[in-house]
């Protein structure tokens, strides 16, 4: 954030990202969407997704990791909240 200039872009959700996160140890950045439900990680240094799964029946509206970086929270339009590992 020093330079303000963009580092990278991911931009495989149809109809675009409606929840992002930051995994605690920086390297990895969660995604979630509302048209496809999906979330996909991130490996921001390389740049590349690195999974995806369908996540909610309906969209994926928020997303949390948890302190120790290996599970994450998501939150959906179907009034879910599901933990994955």
């Given at each position: 954030?020093?330079?303000g200039?963009?580092?990278a872009?991911f931009a495989d959700?149809?109809g675009?990202?409606?929840?992002?996160?930051?995994?605690p140890?920086?390297r990895?950045l969660a995604?979630?969407?509302?048209?496809?439900?999906?979330?996909?990680?991130?490996d921001?240094p390389?740049?590349k997704q690195?999974?995806?799964?369908k996540?909610h029946?309906?969209?994926?509206?928020?997303?949390a990791?948890?302190?120790?970086?290996?599970?994450?929270?998501?939150?959906?339009?179907d009034?879910?909240?599901?933990?994955?590992?």
């Amino acid at each position: 954030m020093t330079t303000g200039n963009e580092f990278a872009s991911f931009a495989d959700h149809p109809g675009g990202a409606r929840a992002v996160a930051f995994a605690p140890e920086g390297r990895t950045l969660a995604s979630g969407a509302e048209q496809d439900a999906s979330v996909r990680l991130w490996d921001v240094p390389g740049k590349k997704q690195r999974a995806m799964w369908k996540a909610h029946e309906g969209g994926v509206h928020a997303l949390a990791f948890a302190p120790e970086g290996k599970t994450l929270a998501t939150g959906g339009a179907d009034r879910l909240i599901r933990v994955w590992e």
